[in-house]
């Protein structure tokens, strides 16, 4: 019995051991790398370095888009997200199911898309509004490259996340609060603004500084309508210096790269500070609220929220796919002007397109397939461990995910702008910096929801192998990998949905061969060619939206909340 003790004690040291260099290499070196070059003598980000961004007007004019740009999204976000969630919440209305996917789904869509779809609907060679005669003149500023426009499709974008985390506190409200007040006569406005949004500031607050990273670290909305108006924020100002100097600048990127950084705590530690203010605690759980009926309200309610969607969803959607169609920029939409050309020329003939669709597919499958694979070891520790430092693994892996893209990207730069030592190898310009990039980045939509999985176990079937003999590994392997294999599967999907088409990261470390699917678009872009553009868009949105109706297909085996879509 000793034996088996000591070779128990011996693969869980093993296991930890490994998931320790994992999160070391994934998680804490990059940062690491990054801080090194801020405190070290002779660094990258040198002396030199730091006074040039300081001195430089392009750093604090970005800066200060940045917070506008940042706040103001974040703002509309809040707005939306928050009363969308009280509306399908808290009250009778219809059809809730279909709504919670239809305004889940811009989440769910690469930013660079929305920014696409939305310019493509409002410009002035839009063949939405040339089928109603309304477009603007050919030349005519597209009223969405501003900085109201940023806002806006920031809002957007973000609105679904901040839906999701406020929707989530709706849930756990006491019920017996809600009836004690509407039995002594509060109304319902009153309600909501004494009871349910007071105990919801924690969860509205955790909304607004997620909302707010996001929001600052966000790439391809800025790109697609700030740079053609001269509008830079922090990332694409790191975007514009990196195209123009390369590893000289490196420097220069890496203090703005911190810069973004520090904004974004900042946004996280303010929030921390307001809901330290108050109490919000709640002494007792109980069931969910009981709806509240809209009576003669509610078909107008209802017509709204389908309108909202509409608007922030379908509508761009459908501008982008007959952008996707026509043969050309500026030419109207007809029987006779259709075309699929757009669709075989960067599926076939254009060389970047088509390997830009191979090299996602196959970074996201990657980048996929390892996350599931660590989440279930990693989730293990997290979820059943009890040492006292399970909680720092666990915001280690968050890390990379909770900072903006941009601090992962320059950190991935600085690391491997060298050969990795002793063995000579070489990631700097390759596509292998982007897969190190995609695996660190999204790690954690793999290990949420497996961790979920396991607070959903009943863990008296591994204590009784363990019992039986049965090592850690083979435990793993034959009671607990199968058990939590639909949660970390799902996570899995969420991984390959997100990467597909990312351009935050792999804007900062492509080179010639390894473009993705978000780098050619946005060259399509900046080239002119919209309709190549949009026809690249279509394909990813209907594989996500594919991916996003087979994931369905486990929901049956999932816990709640893994899957944001669904109801």
């Known amino acids: 019995m000793s034996t088996r003790i000591r070779e128990s004690r011996g693969q869980e040291m093993v296991l930890t051991a490994a998931v320790a260099i994992v999160i070391v290499l994934l998680s804490l070196l990059p940062m690491l790398r990054l801080i090194k070059e801020i405190v070290a003598p002779g660094g990258t980000l040198s002396t030199v370095a730091i006074k040039a961004g300081l001195v430089s007007p392009a750093t604090w004019i970005a800066t200060w888009h940045t917070l506008v740009v940042g706040i103001g999204g974040t703002l509309l976000a809040v707005l939306s997200g928050t009363l969308v969630a009280v509306l399908v919440t808290l009250t009778d209305i219809r059809a809730r199911s279909a709504m919670v996917l239809c305004y889940v789904m811009p989440l769910m869509i690469a930013p660079q898309v929305t920014a696409l779809a939305w310019l493509q609907l409002f410009g002035p060679a839009s063949p939405f509004l040339k089928l109603f005669g309304a477009a603007p003149p050919l030349g005519t500023r597209n009223p969405l490259y501003s900085t109201s426009g940023i806002i806006l499709l920031l809002g957007v974008q973000y609105g679904p996340l901040v839906f999701l985390l406020v929707r989530a506190g709706l849930r756990k409200l006491p019920r017996e609060l809600i009836e004690a007040a509407r039995a002594g006569g509060a109304g319902w406005f009153t309600v909501l603004v004494t009871i349910v949004l007071p105990l919801m500031t924690p ?15 966000n790439f391809g909305i800025p790109a697609f309508l700030g740079i053609p108006a001269n509008y830079l924020v922090l990332p694409t100002l790191i975007y514009q210096k990196l195209a123009g100097g390369g590893p000289a600048v490196l420097g220069e990127t890496a203090f703005l790269s911190v810069l973004i950084g520090i904004i974004a705590m900042a946004g996280i530690l303010a929030q921390e500070i307001m809901s330290r203010r108050r109490d919000y605690r709640i002494s007792s759980t109980s069931l969910a609220a009981e709806p509240y009926e809209l009576g003669r309200w509610r078909p107008a309610v209802q017509a709204g929220m389908w309108l909202l969607i509409i608007v922030v969803l379908f509508l761009p959607l459908f501008g982008l796919v007959l952008t996707s169609l026509v043969p050309g920029y500026g030419i109207a939409l007809t029987a006779k002007t259709a075309t699929f050309d757009n669709y075989r ?3 076939f003939e254009h060389d970047a397109a088509s390997r830009a669709f191979f090299n996602s597919f196959w970074l996201s499958i990657a980048a996929a397939f390892f996350a599931v694979l660590v989440a279930v070891p990693i989730g293990y520790l997290i979820a059943w461990g ?11 892996v968050e890390l990379p995910y909770a900072l903006p893209g941009v601090v992962l990207a320059i950190a991935s730069l600085l690391m491997f702008l060298r050969p990795i030592p002793l063995t000579g190898i070489q990631l700097y310009n390759t596509v292998w910096i982007i897969l190190y990039a995609y695996i660190a980045r999204f790690l954690v939509l793999a290990l949420r929801p497996t961790i979920s999985g396991y607070h959903q176990i009943d863990r008296a079937l591994e204590e009784a192998a363990q019992v039986a003999g049965a090592g ?20 899995g999907l969420l991984i390959f949905m997100t990467a597909l088409s990312e351009l935050t990261v792999s804007a900062l470390l492509w080179s010639s061969g390894s473009e993705t699917i978000g780098v050619v678009m946005f060259s399509f872009e900046q080239g002119g060619d919209s309709n190549y553009a949009a026809a690249m868009s279509v394909i990813t949105v209907a594989v996500t939206f594919v991916l996003m109706l087979v994931t369905n297909l486990l929901a049956p085996y999932l816990p709640t909340g893994v899957l944001p879509w669904r109801d």
Do not use: D, E, H, Y
């Not at 969860?203 to 670290?217: E, K, R």
């Not at 009890?386 to 280690?396: D, E, I, M, T």
């Not at 607990?480 to 599967?489: E, H, K, T």
């Open 386 to 396: 009890k040492q006292r430092w399970v909680r720092l693994l666990n915001l280690s």
């Open 203 to 217: 969860s509205i607050m955790a909304a607004a500084a997620l909302a707010f990273v996001s929001c600052v670290g």
């Open 345 to 347: 020329f960067v599926l």
């Open 472 to 491: 850690l590994f083979t435990r793993m392997r034959t009671i607990i990998f199968p058990l939590v294999a639909p949660a970390a599967i799902a996570g």
